[in-house]
């Protein structure tokens, strides 16, 4: 099948979740990430991105109007020294502290569970950028094995980078009854080499009514420099440092 348009993989999905794109620019030596938050809820739409150095933080816009920050307040990107990880929530910590420790990234999230939010159980997913000789990157998504959340089911997908295509996976796919989680195997789309394109698409591509935030982080693999933008919906939005 071939790579489609960002707008092609959110059609008929006004609601995603939160979602991890990782990918090879089509010059061949530029990493793409990218990370975004939807929201339906005033907790879940209450927050913002913001840079905390090379890792990324969410803040909470009204803390009056902050219900539970147990799931929604996480670090969602840090930069080691030759890795960059990003998730949806407090398995970043784990994975990074797995790392430092000697361990791995599959490791540590056979440590971790999706989200204990009955009913949804919302999917923990996870990625990793692996900024050495050998490039590549691994996605993740950990979620319910069954409706009653007893069992969970640990999926992994290691990715041979390909010039000009990144690889997106998402907590939710669409329903009329329920929020599903996410199924099938991360989706494939072209990407261009310009960030300021990307995230545009990116987030045009996100349903405006739903959509919270989005990080999008071009890295040079050679050097390790990168620029980054921030889209927040709620706040003003930001430009590169």
Same mark, same amino acid.
């Given at each position: 099948?071939?790579?489609?348009?960002? $707008?092609?993989?959110?059609?008929?999905?006004?609601?995603?979740?939160?979602?991890?794109?990782?990918?090879?620019?089509?010059?061949?030596?530029? @990493?793409?990430? +990218?990370?975004?938050?939807?929201?339906? $809820?005033?907790?879940?739409?209450?927050?913002?991105?913001?840079?905390?150095?090379?890792?990324? +933080?969410?803040?909470?816009?009204?803390?009056?109007?902050?219900?539970?920050?147990?799931?929604?307040?996480? +670090?969602?990107?840090?930069?080691?020294?030759? #890795?960059?990880?990003?998730?949806?929530?407090? &398995?970043?910590? =784990?994975?990074?502290?797995?790392?430092?420790?000697?361990?791995?990234?599959?490791?540590?999230? &056979?440590?971790?569970?999706?989200?204990?939010?009955?009913?949804?159980? =919302?999917?923990?997913?996870?990625?990793?950028?692996?900024?050495? #000789?050998?490039?590549?990157?691994?996605? $993740?998504?950990?979620?319910?094995?069954?409706?009653?959340?007893? =069992?969970?089911?640990?999926? =992994?997908?290691?990715?041979?980078?390909? +010039?000009?295509?990144? /690889?997106?996976? /998402?907590?939710? /796919?669409?329903?009329?009854? @329920?929020?599903?989680?996410?199924?099938? #195997?991360?989706? #494939?789309?072209?990407?261009?080499?310009?960030?300021?394109?990307?995230?545009?698409?990116?987030?045009?591509?996100? /349903?405006?009514?739903?959509?919270?935030?989005?990080?999008?982080?071009?890295?040079?693999?050679?050097?390790?420099?990168?620029?980054?933008?921030?889209?927040? &919906?709620? @706040?003003?939005?930001?430009?590169?440092?």
């Amino acid at each position: 099948m071939e790579p489609g348009n960002l $707008s092609d993989v959110f059609c008929g999905n006004p609601y995603p979740g939160r979602g991890i794109l990782l990918g090879l620019c089509p010059n061949g030596t530029t @990493a793409a990430l +990218a990370y975004f938050i939807m929201g339906r $809820s005033v907790n879940s739409r209450n927050r913002a991105l913001e840079r905390m150095g090379d890792d990324l +933080a969410i803040r909470v816009l009204d803390e009056h109007r902050m219900v539970d920050p147990s799931l929604i307040l996480y +670090a969602p990107l840090r930069t080691l020294e030759n #890795e960059i990880v990003v998730t949806n929530g407090n &398995q970043t910590d =784990t994975i990074c502290e797995a790392i430092e420790n000697g361990g791995s990234f599959y490791e540590a999230l &056979q440590t971790r569970r999706f989200e204990p939010d009955a009913p949804h159980f =919302t999917p923990r997913i996870s990625g990793i950028l692996r900024m050495s #000789e050998s490039f590549g990157y691994t996605l $993740s998504i950990l979620k319910a094995g069954d409706a009653e959340g007893k =069992t969970a089911l640990r999926q =992994t997908f290691d990715v041979e980078p390909t +010039a000009g295509i990144g /690889h997106l996976i /998402h907590t939710y /796919h669409p329903s009329e009854d @329920a929020l599903l989680s996410f199924s099938g #195997e991360p989706a #494939e789309v072209r990407l261009p080499n310009d960030i300021d394109e990307l995230t545009s698409e990116l987030w045009d591509a996100l /349903h405006p009514e739903h959509r919270v935030a989005l990080y999008v982080r071009s890295t040079d693999i050679r050097t390790g420099e990168y620029e980054d933008r921030i889209r927040n &919906q709620y @706040a003003a939005e930001e430009k590169e440092a």
